[in-house]
T-cell receptor, first 117, second 111 residues
């Protein structure tokens, strides 16, 4: 099983619909992130959470919300989807940075390709 | 805030050496990371430089110079499978160490 699992892998939805993207991890990491990637561009941070009671906005949080249901689960919602939210969405986890350099790296899920029509 | 610049595209031939540069503007950071992403796939962590100097991991090496606000990823003995996008990222001192990513460099390896 993958360390970070995202569901669904692909989704087509209509403008105005509410949609939830789910992420679960078996890394035991406290830190979880949601990123968006548009074609030819880098990763832009939507929301991040450093523990169950901690939620923080990233650089492009408008139109999105998140829920950290447990240490291992972090879901992203689009309350009313619009076409310019069509993108590839990645969930990621990271350690706190102690215990060696490998703990600094992010582990990404396989992504959810979302199309809003 | 953080700002990172990378070349958008690099092309090299199989067996060659290629260097992908990353320059950054930041108010302070813990370290510089590199990630590889094959088309449509998940980014995967390659390396991390907390200190100035060279870190080597097999065919890949990464370098950081804080005084020059500059780092690079060096790929040796290029293989066709190295064709991918490569992202640098800084781990911030503020915001409890979250990372900001560059826009990525698309590496094309030709036979």
């Amino acid at each position: 099983d993958a360390d970070v699992t995202q569901t669904p892998r692909n989704r087509i939805t209509k403008t105005g619909k509410r949609i939830m993207l789910e992420c679960s991890q078996t890394k035991g990491h406290d830190r979880m992130y949601w990123y968006r990637q548009d074609p030819g561009l880098g990763l832009r941070l939507i929301y991040y959470s450093f523990d169950v009671k901690d939620i923080n906005k990233g650089e492009i949080s408008d139109g999105y919300s998140v829920s950290r249901q447990a240490q291992a689960k972090f879901s992203l919602s689009l309350e009313s989807a619009i076409p310019n939210q069509t993108a590839l969405y990645f969930c990621a986890t990271s350690g706190t940075g102690t215990g060696g350099t490998t703990n600094y790296g992010y582990t990404f899920g396989s992504g959810t390709r979302l199309t809003v029509v | 805030g953080q700002s990172l610049e990378q070349p958008s595209e690099v092309t090299a031939v199989e067996g060659a050496i290629v260097q992908i540069n990353c320059t950054y503007q930041t108010s302070g950071f813990y370290g510089l990371s590199w990630y590889q992403q094959h088309d449509g796939g998940a980014p995967t962590f390659l390396s991390y430089n907390a200190l100035d100097g060279l870190e080597e991991t097999g065919r890949f090496s990464s370098f950081l110079s804080r005084s020059d606000s500059y780092g690079y990823l060096l790929l040796q003995e290029l293989q066709m499978k190295d064709s991918a996008s490569y992202f640098c990222a800084v781990r911030e001192l503020t915001n409890a160490g979250k990372s900001t990513f560059g826009d990525g460099t698309t590496l094309t390896v030709k036979p």
